[in-house]
């Protein structure tokens, strides 16, 4: 195996804290897993803990197809012990790794929460790293959550690069889309500035918000709903349907 490229992240991680992006992954990606000749996804840098790859693995099997393998990665060896308990083989095993995957081919690579404490600098190369070690039409999902996963925002990639550009919000708790620009993911957090088109985008959508404040009495996914739509017929290329929308979910290409 390689030398595990990469360096330990913080850890931190709590049990549904990937819940949003794992039911986005589910039917974004699911049809390319459906696809794959071996269905194997990797949770890089899933931290002190096993859950996000149990609970990843539970989803996909559940949603996507039954015999998906998930490999969590941790570069920290005694993660990596912690974890193996946990373990459920063939469908969940932990091993050594980083950016390189350890030698592995997956389908699919989710890496949360890892490239936040790396410069911005440091980005492109982590994405060509990775995706160049993709099995053929693989892909990447890349991005940044709060703490609880109330808010979040993503890259998709594959061999050729960024294609999407999600934001994600729990509805219920969304005092403004302005609070999304925190958890941009790393590639965008520093161009958060106005002459940007992340800035632009950000501040289209709380105007939009802000614009149908009159849909809040029928609660805040009819507003989100109707800052989504506005935004498109503003011009913005906003990717989905209302369903998803619903859901909280916001789809660009991109990254702007």
Not at 11 to 33: E, H, S
Not at 112 to 120: A, G, K, P, T
Not at 198 to 211: F, I, P
Request: proline share 9%; charged share 25%; net charge positive.
């Amino acid at each position: 195996m390689e030398r595990p490229l990469g360096v330990v992240t913080r850890g931190t991680t709590n049990p549904n804290r990937l819940r949003r992006v794992d039911n986005w992954i589910v039917g974004a990606c699911g049809d390319a897993l459906r696809a794959a000749a071996d269905p194997l996804v990797v949770d890089l840098g899933y931290g002190a803990t096993p859950v996000t790859p149990v609970e990843l693995r539970a989803r996909l099997a559940a949603g996507v197809r039954a015999d998906v393998r998930v490999v969590g990665l941790e570069i920290d060896p005694v993660r990596v012990a912690a974890a193996r308990p946990a373990a459920d083989p063939p469908g969940l095993t932990f091993a050594r790794g980083g950016f390189e995957l350890a030698g592995l081919r997956p389908a699919l690579v989710r890496a949360f929460n890892v490239l936040r404490q790396y410069d911005e600098s440091e980005v492109a190369d982590a994405w060509r790293t990775i995706t160049g070690r993709l099995a053929p039409g693989g892909l990447l999902v890349e991005g940044t959550c709060d703490e609880l996963g109330r808010l979040g925002a993503w890259v998709l990639l594959d061999a050729t690069g960024p294609r999407t550009l999600t934001l994600a919000a729990k509805l219920t708790t969304l005092a403004s889309p302005a609070t999304l620009a925190e958890r941009l993911p790393k590639a965008l957090i520093h161009r958060n500035v106005p002459g940007e088109r992340v800035h632009d985008l950000l501040d289209a959508l709380e105007h939009a918000w802000r614009s149908a404040a009159g849909y809040a009495p029928f609660g805040p996914r009819q507003r989100w709903v109707r800052a989504v739509a506005a935004l498109r017929e503003s011009g913005w290329p906003v990717q989905d349907r209302p369903a998803a929308w619903r859901h909280g979910y916001l789809t660009l290409p991109g990254p702007p």
